[in-house]
């Protein structure tokens, strides 16, 4: 069947329209990106039929390359399932063939010219004629043709009350309107709005620290101009109340500081030491961000002078941070945006910028991550990720239900609300993670079904093959299973299907693992399974554990939180014998060396004021401070090599990390007093050797490794909002 000459198709609930190019579902646009709706178009034109990813990439891809092809085809697939409602497990639409392709389940019903009409074959009238029976009478015909016309009208008499029924029930679907405001092949994020909504700020990049740069331009048609060029990493875009400046913060470790730069260009000057996410309360007074001591982040509020300096809110734990925050048009409140004592971002919180209470929290039941108030101080908007997905959210203040705006495939992240409060701007779009080997031979993608975890990292297993990960996947409702993959076969299988666990670690021997899940009572909890599924998981925590490894004598080793702060902690595989492992408190656990000898965090490093990644030996001992930054060290699974980043990855760059050879028993060489400072060559340790990549996934030997590459394409969009 020609899709493209029939113009338009149905099947089941959809149309295909290929004139448009849009996807119908009863008659309602369904959101899709061109080219998942191009594979579609592709595959309706094949229903029935196995159509191969060969067929696809010579189709759809033409000249692009095969690791372009690979991955965008797997998240096309996804995305067209997310727009029908499929599952990949047991899909009604779009079935998966090993080694073979995809196929197009349901019939796909052409046109016949008619709009409104579609056909498999010749018209049900011409069939019915044709199989009544010869000596049946047109009066007889007639009265059963009527007798199952008035059958029919009455089913769609009550079909029509039912439906009404529903209809105003079901909650109003806010009817929107999108319009383009950038056009970037790569990913930008953090708009801000001038106070007359004439000037558009933002940063290039994708992540809340990027190290790419800030831009400006006039709306609605100006061309997007750079107004920095700094490596260092940056959040938090805001323009001054007159529109002349832009500022940014600046993550200076371990401090974050606030720079300014003109509109028109120019050189950056620093204009604020200590101020993270600054605005203008007015012409005088900012409300801004602060380290109070360790990693401890506050909102607090006072004058260019310092002069009515005071704090706002602090979060109760020693970990949280309050990185930034939103004040409403009367100046009377803020929306907060805050991590808590895990490093994951909490759901926004409510303050008054009199500063007598803690605020209660507010908007989605989320993990927040911007927010914005309407110019008349009735509305509070929100960009939250509910269910492992960000949109964009709504509520009134100040006591209000919140409500979804944005929904479906895409993702918004970041708002600004026009100052004529009709309108947002958010940066919308995509993200695709997989993971990648590298090899002498060249880099190869390894092919998922779902989106790969990146926050507890993927790890190989002693043989140097097996990759352990978690994954995503939208047909479990995004819970993060573990798999595990022999990286030279390709092949993969899901450990303990069916679990959801937030982060995870393996045994030495190869035979247990130990991961963070819900506990009985709701709340987080560690728990251990085999990993040849002999015994069913069993809960060995109590509530509140995080990060847990295997410790040197087969313990389980986690993250607790005591009072204000956290500690690494110890206890058996049975939950006795609980221990501190160091008597410090740290910020959050990173990781620990193969052979168990080494626990790598980040704390204030005891005895200097200074917040750095340690690595603390499992056995007893002062800790050794191994970077001078907020570095990710990462070990090698036989233990003979520390990788360390010394330069951050940016768009164009992958970044570089210094391998640090160990000696017996996991034995590392002295490091400068202070730690490995950002950018220091291979002389900083000796018989280091440098490695093209900051963020990696080390393998059997320097030249193995897997990485994760996170395909991102957002750009601003203004979102018209009824």
Request: with cysteine; hydrophobic share 35%; charged share 20%.
């Amino acid at each position: 069947m020609d899709v493209n000459t029939n113009g338009r198709v149905g099947f089941n609930d959809f149309e295909f329209e290929a004139r448009s190019g849009q996807l119908l579902r009863n008659g309602q646009p369904v959101r899709i990106q061109p080219q998942p709706l191009r594979v579609l178009q592709f595959l309706l034109e094949r229903s029935g039929h196995t159509v191969s990813r060969d067929e696809l990439r010579d189709h759809i891809w033409g000249d692009a390359t095969y690791v372009e092809f690979d991955q965008g085809l797997n998240y096309c697939i996804r995305q067209i399932r997310l727009a029908l409602g499929d599952n990949a497990a047991n899909p009604v639409y779009i079935e998966t063939l090993p080694k073979q392709g995809y196929r197009f389940l349901p019939p796909v019903i052409r046109s016949n010219g008619n709009a409104e009409r579609y056909m498999l074959s010749e018209p049900a009238d011409a069939a019915l004629d044709a199989t009544a029976p010869p000596t049946s009478s047109r009066f007889d015909r007639d009265r059963a043709r009527w007798m199952v016309a008035a059958a029919l009208c009455a089913v769609l008499a009550i079909a029509t009350s039912l439906l009404l029924l529903y209809v105003a029930r079901k909650p109003r679907r806010l009817e929107l309107a999108y319009t383009a405001l950038t056009d970037f092949t790569d990913s930008v994020s953090a708009p801000a709005l001038s106070s007359d909504g004439r000037m558009l700020a933002f940063l290039r990049g994708s992540s809340f620290l990027t190290a790419d740069q800030v831009y400006i331009k006039t709306l609605p048609n100006g061309e997007a101009k750079r107004l920095t060029d700094d490596p260092r990493p940056k959040c938090c875009v805001a323009f001054s109340p007159d529109g002349s400046k832009v500022a940014y913060t600046v993550l200076t470790h371990p401090r974050w500081d606030t720079y300014t730069v003109s509109v028109l260009g120019g050189d950056s000057t620093l204009f604020l030491k200590n101020a993270a996410g600054l605005t203008w309360l007015d012409e005088r007074r900012l409300l801004f961000s602060q380290i109070r001591s360790g990693l401890h982040m506050g909102v607090v509020t006072g004058t260019l002078l310092h002069e009515d300096f005071r704090s706002l809110y602090f979060p109760a734990h020693e970990r949280g941070m309050a990185h930034y925050s939103f004040a409403s048009p009367d100046r009377k409140s803020a929306l907060v945006i805050e991590m808590d004592q895990t490093g994951a971002w909490a759901p926004c919180r409510l303050i008054s910028l009199d500063g007598e209470a803690t605020g209660r929290l507010v908007g989605p039941p989320g993990n927040c991550t911007s927010a914005g108030w309407s110019p008349d101080n009735a509305w509070m908007f929100f960009s939250a990720v509910v269910k492992h997905q960000s949109h964009l959210w709504r509520q009134h203040f100040p006591r209000g239900e919140p409500e979804q705006i944005t929904d479906g495939p895409t993702e918004e992240k970041g708002i600004a609300v026009d100052p004529d409060g009709r309108s947002v701007v958010t940066s919308m779009g995509t993200r695709e993670s997989a993971i990648w080997i590298h090899e002498p031979s060249g880099d190869r993608a390894l092919s998922f079904e779902g989106q790969v975890e990146g926050k507890s990292p993927p790890r190989f297993g002693p043989d140097g093959k097996t990759l352990f990960y978690l994954m995503s996947r939208d047909d479990k409702g995004w819970q993060r299973e573990l798999w595990r993959m022999n990286t030279d076969s390709g092949k993969s299988e899901a450990v303990l299907p069916g679990i959801s666990m937030s982060s995870f670690d393996i045994s030495p021997d190869n035979k247990q693992v130990v991961y963070t899940g819900l506990g009985a009572g709701g709340g987080s909890s560690l728990w251990v399974a085999s990993l040849d599924r002999s015994a069913p998981p069993r809960q060995i925590g109590h509530s509140g554990e995080s990060s847990p490894h295997f410790g040197l004598r087969g313990q389980i080793i986690f993250l607790i939180a005591e009072g204000k702060f956290n500690y690494v902690e110890q206890m058996n595989l049975d939950g006795s014998s609980l221990s501190k492992v160091a008597p410090y408190p740290i910020g959050f656990l990173q990781g620990i060396s193969p052979g168990r000898h080494w626990i790598m965090a980040i704390a204030s490093v005891p005895g200097r004021n200074e917040v750095a990644p340690i690595a603390i030996p499992a056995q007893g001992g002062p800790p050794r401070v191994v970077c001078a930054g907020y570095c990710g060290p990462i070990w090698s699974p036989d233990g003979r090599f520390l990788f360390v980043p010394v330069e951050d990855a940016t768009m164009n760059n992958p970044g570089r990390s210094l391998a640090i050879p160990a000696g017996p028993e996991e034995a590392i060489p002295e490091f400068p007093s202070g730690g490995i400072a950002p950018g220091s060559d291979v002389h900083v340790v000796t018989g280091a050797q440098s490695i093209a990549r900051a963020q990696l996934i080390p393998g059997s030997d320097l030249s193995h490794f897997a990485y994760i590459r996170t395909s991102v394409h957002q750009n601003l969009y203004r979102i018209s909002i009824p």
